[in-house]
Every structure is written in C-alpha cells, then in structure tokens.
C-alpha cells in the first residue's frame, strides 16, 4: 500500500470486519454467520470454557478497537482450535488492515483450504498477494473469486474487480481486462483510478498504474476518458476524446489501434483505415492484423482475411486468435485440412475457448470427423456456459440444463 | 436450369434496356417522363383509403418496461370464408406494469373487396383484454374456418371461429392459456395425426418484481435491458386432443430441456421425412432447431447444424425467421433475422441436417449490419417463380441514437428480388415506403385484392401499420391455390405442391409460422413466369393422408380450392 498508494486512493480498501462478516453470509459463503451474530461465532463450543472465554475476550478487544490485544487472542483462540473459520477470518481482515499483509496472506491461505468456496476469502487473498507484490497467484486467485461470485454491489467485489483488471493488464491480457473494466462504466462507476486503468489498458501498456512514466501520464488519462465513455456508450463524447487522442499523439503506438476499435461498430471503413495506419507505424502489429482479419471475416472476404491472418500467425504463432483467425479464413476459402492444423494449434494454446472449440467443430465437421466434431461441440458448450456465466450472469445462459460439477477454466 | 437462368439474363437486359430509356427521356425532358417511371413494386395505402384507422399503443413508459417494445404482430386471414383476406392486429393492454383508463384493443378489419377495410371487432369480439404479442392463425378444429391464437404478456387467448363472423374465447376449455411471456406462435400438425398442433414461444420471465434497471443514472434514464438479463424459459407444446382440448407435451423433452428466449417460429420439414421440424429463433441465446423425430420425440440439432450460432461461436439476437426452398434444389433453407451489427442470416440446406450461411453471397449481410430485424417473409413478389424476401425492420431501443451515430431506432424496410442465380437488394425500387423507417415488428403477407400479387401488412410499434400493395407490372402469369386438407389438417400445412410451366419444374413445402407475431393468407401463389400454360400441377398431402394427387387443368391468374380427394 505504501508503494503503490497513488494507485488506490479511490480504491483504498479498508475492511470492516463487522460488515465484511455479512458479506460472508449473503454470499452463502460456508461457515460464515449470520449477520448479527459476529459476537457469537459458530462452531463455538459452550462446554469448552477456555475457548469461548478467550473468544469473547478477543470480540469485545475487536469491538473496542484494541486491535493488537484482539489479535493476540485471536490467535490465542486459534490455538485451541485450529479449525475455527470466523476466527481465522477476523485476524485476516485485522491484520490486512494493519498493513501486514503477508501475516494475513497466510491466514486466508488457511481459510480457503478449509472453505474453497468462499468468494471473499478468495478475493482477501488476491488482495492481500496483491500487496506481497505476487502478481500471477494474486491474479489467479483474485479469478477465483470472480468465478465464484461476490455479491456485485458489495464494496469488496468493485475493488477485487479493479485490481484483477489491472493485473489482466500488467500480464497483456487486454482484451479480457477491458471487458473487465467494462463493468465499472455499467454501473456508472466513474473515478480517476478506472480512467487511469482503462488509459493503460487502452494503450496496451504492460504497466500497474504506478508503473506508468510520468511522461505517458496524460496521453493514459485522455485514452481512459475516451475507453470509458465508450463503454459507457456515451458515444459522442467518446467520440471527441479519440479525435483529441488521435490528433495530439498521432504517432504514439496503439493510439490508432484503439481509435480503430472504437470506430469498428460505428463505422467498420475507417476502423479498417484506423488499423492499417496503426500497421503503418508498426508493421508487427499484431492486434491491428487481427482486427483487420476479423472484420474482413465478418464482410465475407475471405482470401483478403486470410494474408492478414497468416502475418500475425508468423508474427505471434503463439497467439490463439491468430489462429483462430488463420483457421477460420482456410475453412472459409475452402483449405478444410488446413484449417484444422490451425485451429487445432490453436485450441492446444487455449484448451478453455470456447471460440476455439466451436471453430474447430466446424472444421471437424468439414473434414467428415464426426466424433471429434461432437467431442469439440460438448466442450464448446461446457466452456461457454462458463465462460458466459462468469462474464454475463447465469441468465445469459440458454440451452439444455447446465451440467454439475463444472470447474472454472484455467483453475 | 439453363431454361431458367436464359430467361434470368432476358430479363435483366429488359430491365437494363427500361432504366436506361428512363435515364435517357430524364435527360432530354423532365416533365414528360413521369409516364415512362417505371410504376414502384409496393404502393402504401394510407388509413384513409384503407379504413385501417387502428393504431398499436405500446404502452412506453420511463420505466423501460420490456414488453413496451416487442409488439405487435399482424394477420392476414379470411375468417368469413368470402375469399378475400381480412385483417387482424394486435395490442397492448393491461397488465401487471400497464392500467390504461381505456385499455387498447385488438381490431379485426373485414375486407369490403374494394380496397377499403371495415372494423368488426366488436361484433366479431376479438378485442382481447391483455398486453397482446402476436397472432398465429389456423383452422384448429377442420371446420372450415380459421380461428385466432393470440399470445401475449399474460394470458394467451384462443379464438374460436363460430363460422358467422363471431369467435368464442375458448381459450380455459382448451388449456392454452400459456402464462408467461408469449411471443409468436405457429399451428401444424406435430404427430402427423390430421389435427392441428400448437408451438408457443417463450420469451423470458419477466414481471414487475423481476424488472430490472437498465440506463444511465447521470442523466436519469432508463433504456430497455438487452434480454440476456432474464431468465430464459422453456416454450410450449401443445398437442390436439381431437375434442376441443390440449395437452401440454413439450415436458420431458428437448422442447422443455431447451431454455430459450424464443422470438420466432417456423414450422418446415428440414430433412424431407414428411414430419415437421421448427425453428426458433432466439433473443441473446442459440437457435434451436428441433427436429422432430416421431412420437412425440425432438432432437434439439442447433448447435450441430450450425444454425444455433455465429460463425464464431457467439449467440445472436434472433428475431425473425422464415423458412422456403431458396435456391429450388428440393430441401428447405432458413432465415434468421438479428439485431444490429450481428447481420442476418439465410441458411442453405445442405441435405445432411447441417446449413451453410450464404448471407454474403447474396448481399444480405452487408445490407443489414446495422439493422435490427423482426418481420420477414420469403414471397414471389412479381410471380417469376422465384422466391423474392422482404425484411422488416426497426432498433428494439428507442434511445440507441444516443448511444450510436449509424443505428437508428426506425429503420428501412428492404427487398430483395431472386434474379434466378442469387438475392439482389431492389429495396431502391420497392416504391415510397422503402424510403422511409419505421418501427416495425409483425410482417404478414397476403394477396388483399386477389390479383394475384402478393401485398404486404407491416405491424409498427407505437405507430399504426403499414399496408403496401403490390403493383408489380402484370407480366407474369401465376396460379392462387388453396388447399384443403381432408384426411389431413384441413389447412394443409405440410402438403408439398409440384408444378410445371413451359417445362419448368418448381416445387413449394406448405410451412406454418414464420416472420414475427405474425400470420400469413393461408393461400399459396405460385408464380409461372412467362409461361401461359400450366403443364401439370401436383399435390402430396400432408399425413396421415399422404396422398399425392395430379391437375392439368388448373385456371391461370386465379384463385382455385384444391380439395383432398375431389378431383
């Protein structure tokens, strides 16, 4: 928090561990009490009298701000009785607020092995590796948390949700993190830290926020403000922004790229235009190849997408889109086997798409290959009811019955 | 084919040969050319030549409520049985979120067979009383006559046609009331039993306790929410007991297992078993295609078939849909229509249960990238004897011109005419209406003066329909039948109708349902081009029937009833 504090003056997250304890419960967190009852945990044996008497020690030290003395007893409790889940939560959130964040990293590292289910102890423990500077585990766990769902309004989800997208963004994951920080302009949550995120995204810079040089300060603020009223669908304002950001940073990398995709449902022509320039800056534009790739797709021009596509497999022969692009333009023209080396490839690189498995089902169903198209198709819906779910909601999602026993993809 | 595709070439050189005589008189003298303007296809009767003097109440409010902006549908029918259709539209009405002083009302407007339209709602009491979606007609009972099933956001209601130009609501004694949210609905015999089926789309669930704020705070507005925030349902199966009764049959198949949020349905026989198959159309969520595979048995194929999805792999707004042999190669395509930016689609059958999208091919999906589409209809709108397709649009948001500077909440109307090879747009040439935007939703197709051109109704969303007639030029000859089942279902949906012409063969499958709320003249006019005689005329009823019966003497430019077994 020290070092990084700039970054989170809006999203200077202290917990309240009395309402944070309602969080628990409304989420069906497991274990949790119910509200109101914090001062009388659960699972608290009136037979053991040595427990029960420190546990109300360490509540009424807690209630009365005396927070090293209800630490102390906290742990004192957790002595006795290992196991104990609101204990382990409530020196977690205590230490966390102290600032100690790899003391209260441990704590929620105990809490989730014994509650995997529980959203916000996932999220607490995203944040608190956040803060340890253990970005790809905070990342991983902070998308657990996600998956598993925090109640959207509750205080705790806006900043788990802030710091996954600019993690996804630190590690390149733009696009993901974009649809990220989408969220934010829905629920009109409009503050110089989503700017200054969205900036960043926008700009495709591989940077936390206070990474980012001084110098790029104010090109990041105009591309955010641009990428939020987009989002926002505040379509003339984002509008102006993108021309001011175009006209004053002209030859800045990703300032056409982003221009371009702005423009993609407002006017698919000058995107292209908008992609090509960018290309014209940087020839190894992978994204602005891939775009161009994809709307040609979309128009029905296949052999055109197909030059554009098989430069950014060259390019980035890792990129799954790449060859997403690539297969689909093959299949499209006609090259099934082609097709089906590309988008195999390409399903190797993301076995959780569930873009990619449809493609490939399609190709497999070109090819003749019945059951690898079927085993493709069941993937396909498993992975997008997942992934639909998580982006969108349970109720975005139609079809026959949701099977059980799904895992989140990447976990 | 090469008969077909010389004439194709014919005519585009006539027709080349007109505009430009009409560019040529243009430049030597304006004003004497109007004679040489080649006449429009569809001509808008206005409501004071029409009588038609209905208007749809949406019932908008600041609340944004949903149903607001779905409806209404539209019917041409003839429910007298005088030979002429009628016309029935649908209204909002009361609800759970609308209580209007003077609630609208449905209308039906009886044809005077002289261009001009008189409202016998009343008498004939089919006002309907709830927030009205659609209508889909048939003659469920085979008593000659048709009878009206209209769906809504509440009660369903089921009219029963008393064959004196009064209806009965029938709707509790026949347990149709599907309550819910309704959407359109279409009538065909699902068991080949000789009676008359019933598929109910279901939208989402929706009510005032399950409303949901969609729109922007800061400025205090509140926008209809893309659907994908309710939760889908299941649609309905009705089966046809025989006694005036129905029996809910969708439970405990895919019909039931498939959570949908249903816009449109078409009946049609996709894989040429003799049994009917239906296409649903789904808002935010996959197509279903069920495939109907006997004894009450549906094989829900969306996702193998590769109409469920995008090209990839994402679910689009499905709205519309209808389904025609396109392309005459003896197997039945389909068409989607979606919201904007997502394109529609017209779907090739490849004869193995699969379809290819040739929206591009035929410039359908460049035309309607930025258009929403609801009402649609594939027709042989100059009777050339290939199948033309008119789209009916309008944005479902009417704020989107705040949030975009291309889309726009009216929208055009376009048509496309099948040039022998491929669908062109011609909507430059459809007449004064295809210039202007509309909010439309319901489409149906008749023919309101039985000349034998197929005219259109357009049902418009807070505004009052449109009603184009068609005065394509008289050069093609055509044949009107209606059919009438007799071992079948007396509307003989599903009876596959044969014909040649000049030794031109053509073939049409009867399908039920199709465009959006909306139902279509039960007649079918079948266009003979040039040809002035009919070779031979053939029939293969639908089952139980199955009969397949041959004319040679079938009139030209005019309606016929073709009985079952009255040769």
Known sequence: MRSLGRTFRLFNFRLRVVALFAIL????????????????????????????????????????????????????????????????????????????????????????????????????????????????????????????????????????????????????????????????????????????????????????????????????????????????????????????????????????????????????????????????????????????????????????????????????????????????????????????????????????SPEMRFVLARAYARAGRKDDAARERAEFVRLDRINRTQRLGAHSVGGTEIPSGEKPPGL | MKHVSTRGRIKSFVLTCVILT?????????????????????????????????????????????????????????????????IYLVNSGPSDFYHPENPPRNALYRNNHDGTFTDVTDKAGVGAGSFGMGVATADYDNDGYSDLFVTAYGRCTLYHNNRNGTFSDVTQKAAVAAPGWTTSAVWFDADNDGKLDLFVCSFVEFGLNKHIFCGDNKLGKRYYCIPRVFKPTSSLLFHNNGDGTFAEVGQGTDIQRALGKSLGVVATDINNDGQLDLFVANDTVQNFLFMNRGKNKWEEIGLPSEVGFSANGTPRSGMGVDAADFDEDGWQDLFVANVDQEMFSLYRNNKDETFSDLAHQNGIAEATRLLSGWGLKFFDYDNDGHLDLILANGHPDDMIERYSSRVKYKEPLLLFHHNGARLENVSGRGGPAFGRSFSARGLAVGDINNDGLSDVLIANNGEAPTLLRNNSPRENHWIGIKLQGVGCNRDAFGAV?????????????KTSGGSYLSSHDMREVLGLGKADQLDWLEVRWPSPSGKVEKFTNVPLDRYTTITENKK
């Open chain 2, 497 to 509: 109708i044969t014909w040649s012409a000049a030794g031109v063969r053509h073939s049409r499958l």
């Open chain 1, 25 to 352: 419960a409304a989420t069906g967190a497991e274990g949790g009490p119910q509200a109101g009852t914090a001062g009388k945990p659960s699972g608290v044996s009136t037979s053991s009298d040595g427990f029960a008497k420190v546990v109300a020690r360490a509540t009424a030290a807690r209630e009365q701000d005396r927070i090293a003395e209800a630490l102390s007893l906290y742990e004192q409790a957790l002595k006795i009785r290992p196991r104990w889940e609101e204990g382990i939560w409530y020196l977690g959130t205590m230490l966390y607020d102290q600032d100690r964040y790899d003391e209260a990293r441990d704590w929620f590292r105990r809490l989730v092995a014994l509650k995997p289910k529980n959203a916000p102890a996932w999220a607490l423990l995203g944040l608190c590796e956040f803060q340890t500077r253990e970005y790809p585990k905070a990342l991983a766990d902070l998308k657990r948390a996600r998956f598993l769902g925090i109640r959207p309004d509750d205080q705790l989800a806006s900043v788990a949700r802030f710091h996954t997208a600019i993690l996804l963004t630190r590690f390149e994951e733009y696009e993901m993190a974009y649809d990220v920080l989408r969220e934010f302009a829905r629920d009109q949550n409009e503050n110089s830290s989503v700017i200054e995120a969205m900036g960043i995204n926008t700009l495709r810079m591989p940077y936390l926020p206070v990474e980012v040089p001084p110098d790029k300060r104010e090109q990041v603020l105009l591309a955010g403000r641009a990428a939020f009223d987009m989002a926002a669908r505040r379509v003339q304002n984002a509008r102006s922004s993108f021309q001011e950001l175009v006209s004053r940073y002209p030859q800045a990398p990703n300032v056409h790229y982003a221009h371009g995709v702005f423009l993609l449902t407002e006017n698919s022509d000058a995107a292209l235009e908008e992609f090509k320039r960018e290309l014209g800056l940087n020839p190894s534009h992978v994204p602005a190849m891939l775009q161009i790739a994809f709307e040609l797709l979309k128009r029905g021009s296949n052999k055109d997408a197909l030059s554009f596509a098989e430069d950014a497999v060259r390019l980035a022969p890792n990129l799954f889109p790449a060859r997403n692009a690539l297969g689909r333009a093959l299949l499209e023209t006609g090259d099934v086997a082609g097709a089906v080396k590309q988008l195999e490839a390409g399903v190797d690189l993301a076995p959780d």
């Open chain 2, 22 to 86: 009409f560019i040529l008189a243009a430049g030597l003298r304006r004003s004497a050319t109007s004679a040489a303007i080649p006449e429009a296809i569809f001509e808008e009767i206005t409501p004071a030549k029409s009588g038609i003097s209905w208007v749809h109440d949406n019932a908008m409010s600041d609340m944004r409520y949903l149903p607001e902006t779905l409806g209404p549908g539209c019917a041409f029918l003839d429910y007298d049985n005088d030979g002429w259709v009628d």
